[in-house]
């Protein structure tokens, strides 16, 4: 995922985003503790992705934190 596609994502649809991200990293890694996937590395973007979806998420936060001050 982008970062363009990222900050075109309303806050609502960002922690939606995040939850499915999570639950397929669980599933990611749960897939290659019994056997090892095709793509490995596939873990490591969907850990990336969920650091830039935070990311995101804690810059809405503390730019609507300095607009209200």
Do not use: W, Y
């Not at 090892?36 to 995101?56: C, F, G, H, M």
């Amino acid at each position: 995922m982008k970062n363009s596609e990222i900050t075109g994502l309303s806050k609502e649809e960002l922690v939606a985003r995040i939850a499915e991200e999570k639950e397929n990293l669980v599933k990611l890694k749960f897939a290659h503790t019994i056997s090892a996937i095709e793509n490995p590395s596939r873990i490591q973007k969907v850990r990336r992705d969920i650091a830039r979806l935070n990311t995101e998420v804690t810059k809405r936060k503390a730019e609507s934190a300095t607009e209200t001050k």
